[in-house]
């Protein structure tokens, strides 16, 4: 008998320390990034719900998760189409050249278990817009509601986990060589991102 508990105790720990692979490929498309540009003459504002990737969400040791969120650049939309249609221009985002928006996980640390049963967790990652990878550092909020998707619906006749991602940071667009001739007060140097995403993992 001690035997059998021991191999038991043997195959579960790892099985209970192993990641949990979710799809942040929204079936419900709810999931969001917005952005802001706050200028003199034109204060923009803008988002889009075409957000895929995958995160390894390691539930025992959540500094061991890891993976990348991806958002498609041409379904980025602002306020008119007009203003859209500048947008994805070649001499600014070009999506035909540069297609993705991608933010890769590099390290999480100072775990923060909340009342609601989050955790608050500090995020670094590469953050690669318009060709250019910068590092980037911000707060985040992680939410793992198991059991939960059929009661949220979206993949009929499927039950499942949810891990509810959300996040704000800035980043300053001349870093990432977007239409550096033109002026701050056209067009402000500092773009606020702000994502809020749900990742399934399915039964």
Same mark, same amino acid.
């Given at each position: 008998?001690?035997?059998?508990?021991?191999?038991?105790?043997?195959?579960?720990?790892?099985?209970?320390?192993?990641?949990?692979?979710?799809?942040?490929?929204?079936?419900?498309?709810?999931?969001?990034?917005?952005?802001?540009?706050?200028?003199?003459?034109?204060?923009?504002?803008?988002?889009?719900?075409? !957000?895929?990737? %995958?995160?390894?969400?390691?539930?025992?040791?959540?500094?061991?998760?890891? /993976?990348? *969120?991806? @958002? &498609?650049?041409?379904?980025?939309?602002?306020?008119?189409?007009?203003?859209?249609?500048?947008?994805l221009g070649?001499?600014?985002?070009?999506?035909?050249?540069?297609?993705? !928006?991608?933010? %890769?996980?590099?390290?999480?640390?100072?775990?923060?278990?909340?009342?609601? /049963?989050? *955790?608050? @967790? &500090?995020?670094?990652?590469?953050?690669?817009?318009?060709?250019?990878?910068?590092?980037?550092?911000?707060?985040?909020?992680?939410?793992?509601?198991?059991?939960?998707?059929?009661?949220?619906?979206?993949?009929?006749?499927?039950?499942?986990?949810?891990?509810?991602?959300?996040?704000?940071?800035?980043?300053?667009?001349?870093?990432?060589?977007?239409?550096k001739e033109?002026?701050?007060?056209?067009?402000?140097?500092?773009?606020?991102?702000?994502?809020?995403?749900?990742?399934?993992?399915?039964?």
């Amino acid at each position: 008998m001690l035997t059998l508990l021991s191999a038991v105790v043997l195959f579960a720990a790892p099985q209970a320390a192993a990641p949990q692979v979710f799809d942040m490929n929204d079936p419900k498309g709810v999931s969001g990034l917005s952005f802001s540009i706050d200028s003199e003459l034109e204060p923009i504002i803008g988002q889009t719900n075409a !957000i895929t990737g %995958e995160i390894r969400f390691n539930r025992a040791n959540p500094e061991k998760s890891s /993976g990348k *969120i991806i @958002v &498609q650049t041409a379904a980025l939309k602002c306020a008119s189409q007009p203003l859209t249609d500048a947008m994805l221009g070649g001499w600014c985002l070009a999506p035909d050249k540069y297609p993705t !928006i991608e933010f %890769e996980l590099k390290q999480i640390k100072n775990v923060r278990p909340q009342k609601d /049963g989050a *955790i608050k @967790v &500090q995020v670094t990652g590469d953050f690669t817009l318009h060709g250019v990878t910068k590092e980037v550092r911000t707060e985040a909020s992680v939410k793992y509601l198991a059991n939960k998707l059929r009661e949220r619906g979206g993949v009929e006749g499927k039950d499942g986990d949810l891990l509810v991602l959300r996040a704000n940071f800035q980043i300053n667009r001349r870093d990432f060589n977007i239409a550096k001739e033109l002026a701050t007060a056209v067009i402000g140097d500092l773009v606020e991102v702000k994502i809020m995403a749900v990742g399934v993992s399915i039964k």
